[in-house]
Protein backbone atom coordinates (compact mmCIF):
# COMPACT_ATOMS: atom_id res chain seq x y z
CA UNK A 1 0.00 0.00 0.00
CA UNK A 2 0.92 3.53 -0.16
CA UNK A 3 0.25 6.97 1.21
CA UNK A 4 0.84 10.69 0.32
CA UNK A 5 1.44 11.82 4.07
CA UNK A 6 1.25 10.63 7.33
CA UNK A 7 -0.68 12.85 10.08
CA UNK A 8 0.94 12.25 13.74
CA UNK A 9 -1.70 13.12 15.67
CA UNK A 10 -0.59 13.38 19.20
CA UNK A 11 1.22 11.14 21.16
CA UNK A 12 3.53 9.46 19.16
CA UNK A 13 4.88 8.50 22.69
CA UNK A 14 3.12 6.60 25.90
CA UNK A 15 5.48 8.66 27.74
CA UNK A 16 6.53 12.06 28.04
CA UNK A 17 9.98 11.52 27.93
CA UNK A 18 10.62 7.94 26.31
CA UNK A 19 14.13 6.14 26.84
CA UNK A 20 17.23 7.02 24.23
CA UNK A 21 16.75 3.61 22.68
CA UNK A 22 13.54 4.12 21.92
CA UNK A 23 14.00 7.21 20.20
CA UNK A 24 16.93 5.86 18.12
CA UNK A 25 14.42 3.35 16.83
CA UNK A 26 11.63 5.59 16.35
CA UNK A 27 14.11 7.88 13.93
CA UNK A 28 15.41 4.84 12.68
CA UNK A 29 12.15 3.57 11.21
CA UNK A 30 10.73 7.17 10.61
CA UNK A 31 14.02 7.26 8.10
CA UNK A 32 13.50 3.83 6.62
CA UNK A 33 10.11 4.81 5.58
CA UNK A 34 10.14 8.42 4.73
CA UNK A 35 13.82 9.42 3.22
CA UNK A 36 13.68 8.63 -0.37
CA UNK A 37 13.95 10.02 -3.69
CA UNK A 38 10.39 9.83 -5.10
CA UNK A 39 8.93 13.26 -5.31
CA UNK A 40 6.07 14.46 -2.78
CA UNK A 41 2.59 13.84 -4.09
CA UNK A 42 0.80 17.01 -2.05
CA UNK A 43 0.84 20.35 -2.74
CA UNK A 44 1.21 22.62 0.85
CA UNK A 45 -1.03 25.89 0.25
CA UNK A 46 0.79 28.67 2.78
CA UNK A 47 4.27 30.12 3.73
CA UNK A 48 7.16 27.91 1.67
CA UNK A 49 9.84 28.68 4.08
CA UNK A 50 7.73 26.97 7.20
CA UNK A 51 7.64 23.34 4.47
CA UNK A 52 11.17 21.85 5.70
CA UNK A 53 10.38 18.97 2.83
CA UNK A 54 11.31 21.60 0.21
CA UNK A 55 14.92 21.78 0.97
CA UNK A 56 17.14 20.84 -1.43
CA UNK A 57 19.34 18.81 0.98
CA UNK A 58 16.69 16.56 2.30
CA UNK A 59 15.16 13.94 0.49
CA UNK A 60 11.64 13.10 1.43
CA UNK A 61 9.66 10.73 0.50
CA UNK A 62 7.13 10.73 2.62
CA UNK A 63 6.37 13.63 4.63
CA UNK A 64 5.19 14.04 8.25
CA UNK A 65 2.82 16.45 10.03
CA UNK A 66 2.12 15.85 13.68
CA UNK A 67 0.59 17.93 16.42
CA UNK A 68 1.43 17.37 19.85
CA UNK A 69 -0.78 15.39 22.47
CA UNK A 70 -1.24 15.05 26.60
CA UNK A 71 1.95 13.13 27.02
CA UNK A 72 3.77 15.24 25.06
CA UNK A 73 5.55 18.32 26.18
CA UNK A 74 6.09 20.79 23.83
CA UNK A 75 8.04 22.81 26.75
CA UNK A 76 10.65 20.16 26.10
CA UNK A 77 11.65 21.24 29.63
CA UNK A 78 9.34 18.62 31.62
CA UNK A 79 7.36 21.68 33.53
CA UNK A 80 4.03 22.30 33.69
CA UNK A 81 2.43 24.15 31.03
CA UNK A 82 0.34 26.86 33.56
Known amino acids: FSCDM ?3 AGD ?4 NRPS ?3 L ?3 MEILRR ?3 GQDPVQIQIL ?6 NYLNPHISVDLPIFGI ?7 T ?4 DLL
Open 68 to 74: HGNHDDP
Open 20 to 22: RRT
Open 6 to 8: VLL
Open 12 to 15: LFHE
Open 33 to 35: YTM
Open 24 to 26: YKT
Open 46 to 51: GDPQAI
Open 76 to 79: RDGG
